[in-house]
């Protein structure tokens, strides 16, 4: 019988240690918390993704586009440029791009030397200049346009550059590349530019071309793409006497350089992926203005560049290019050389060296 009773006394006993057991499991066990969980007492993770949390740090933020000023002369130069400066004002071009489009070289040079508008379409031979002039402060990153320049005569007395003696030529471009493209032209047919002829120059294309559309009288000036078919379209008596391009091409082996992008020197070397960004974006926006003149022609107007009837028509005879390294130095070389040769004075005394030209 006590045998009996301790039995169940030690059952008993067992039976109560278990229930305490099972009463502290349940007590001390962690609720579960889903892993969506809106709780407000949920405490973020450094770094997490929750808007709540002022150290968070977005893995995926978009980086941020380099701001830089470019500048564009009112000319053929400018319209490779066009579909650029169209992604940059729709946002979407890689870089945060200010935009001036200036009437002359003249008035954004000392601005390039400075670096406040680093990259610049120039005449190819006033980049060199600047590069004598700053001690290699400029360099030349693309040549953006070949031979633009044409004779045009309300006429019909012009077939040969030797054609060309004893006249008035009106011309833009003094001391830049037209300047010194035509008096070698003239010196190749054997013309004395400084006594033969009366070479007139105006301060922006558009002034001669608007003096010429003006004239019943005869005429002769040489003046760039789109300008021409400007003129033309204005005066029905005005043709096309002389391309400037050919008549170089049968002096020498080289052409026409007409314009290049140049960049401030110091701006380059502190800013390289943001110059290379460009680069790639200008090739794709001149390959876009002679594959789609329709489109080109219709933002030459919205920039205020040339009217659209008038760009679309002159887009084929505008050489628009965008040469780069090698090839680049290739034609600046060549085109720089012709120039020294004939005056040493229209490349600023002596031809740039090697650090003259940007190789990627």
């Known amino acids: 019988m006590k045998r009996f009773l301790s039995l169940l006394l030690c059952l008993a006993l067992i039976a109560a240690l278990a229930g305490c057991g099972s009463n502290n499991n349940s007590s001390d066990a962690a609720t579960p918390t889903p892993a969506n969980s809106n709780s407000e007492n949920a405490t973020p993770t450094p770094g997490s993704d929750n808007?709540?949390?002022?150290?968070?740090?977005?893995?995926?933020?978009?980086?941020?586009?380099?701001?830089?000023s470019v500048a564009v002369l009112k000319g053929p130069t400018a319209i490779g440029m066009l579909k650029l400066m169209s992604d940059d004002e729709a946002e979407t071009s890689t870089n945060d791009y200010d935009f001036t489009v200036a009437g002359t070289a003249d008035s954004i040079v000392a601005s390039?030397?400075?670096?406040?508008?680093?990259?610049?379409?120039?005449?190819?031979?006033?980049?060199?200049t600047l590069w004598n002039k700053s001690n290699?402060?400029?360099?030349?990153?693309a040549v953006n346009t070949l031979g633009v320049l044409y004779i045009l005569e309300?006429?019909?007395?012009?077939?040969?550059?030797?054609?060309?003696?004893?006249?008035?030529?009106?011309?833009?471009?003094?001391g830049t590349t037209p300047e010194y493209t035509l008096r070698y032209l003239l010196k190749s047919n054997g013309i004395d530019p400084d006594k033969d002829v009366n070479i007139v120059f105006l301060s922006e294309a558009s002034e001669v071309a608007a003096k010429m559309a003006a004239t019943e009288e005869e005429t002769i000036a040489m003046l760039p793409m789109p300008f021409v078919f400007t003129v033309m379209?204005?005066?029905?008596?005005?043709?096309?006497?002389?391309?400037i391009t050919k008549e170089w091409e049968k002096t020498n082996d080289s052409t026409v350089v007409t314009g290049v992008i140049a960049v401030n020197s110091k701006y380059l070397s502190e800013n390289k992926e943001t110059v290379d960004a460009f680069l790639d974006e200008y090739a794709l926006s001149t390959a876009y203005a002679t594959e789609h003149m329709w489109e080109?022609?219709?933002?030459?107007?919205?920039?205020?560049?040339?009217?659209a009837e008038v760009a679309r028509k002159a887009i084929p005879f505008c050489n628009i290019?965008?040469?780069?390294?090698?090839?680049?130095?290739?034609?600046?070389?060549?085109?720089?050389?012709?120039?020294?040769?004939?005056?040493?004075?229209?490349?600023?005394?002596?031809?740039?060296?090697d650090s003259f030209y940007y190789s990627r």
Do not use: W
């Not at 390039?112 to 060199?128: M, S, T, W």
């Not at 290699?136 to 990153?141: D, E, K, S």
């Open 296 to 307: 080109t022609g219709d933002l030459a107007e919205h920039f205020d560049i040339f009217k």
């Open 154 to 174: 309300t006429g019909y007395s012009v077939e040969s550059v030797a054609d060309l003696k004893g006249k008035t030529i009106y011309a833009t471009g003094a």
């Open 321 to 353: 290019v965008c040469k780069t390294d090698a090839e680049m130095k290739a034609a600046v070389s060549a085109y720089l050389q012709i120039l020294y040769d004939s005056n040493p004075d229209s490349v600023g005394g002596k031809l740039p060296d």
């Open 233 to 243: 379209s204005q005066n029905e008596l005005a043709r096309i006497a002389l391309d």
């Open 112 to 128: 390039v030397i400075k670096g406040e508008i680093p990259i610049a379409a120039v005449p190819c031979n006033l980049a060199a």
């Open 136 to 141: 290699g402060g400029v360099t030349v990153l």
């Open 51 to 68: 808007p709540s949390d002022p150290t968070a740090t977005p893995t995926d933020a978009p980086k941020e586009r380099a701001r830089v």
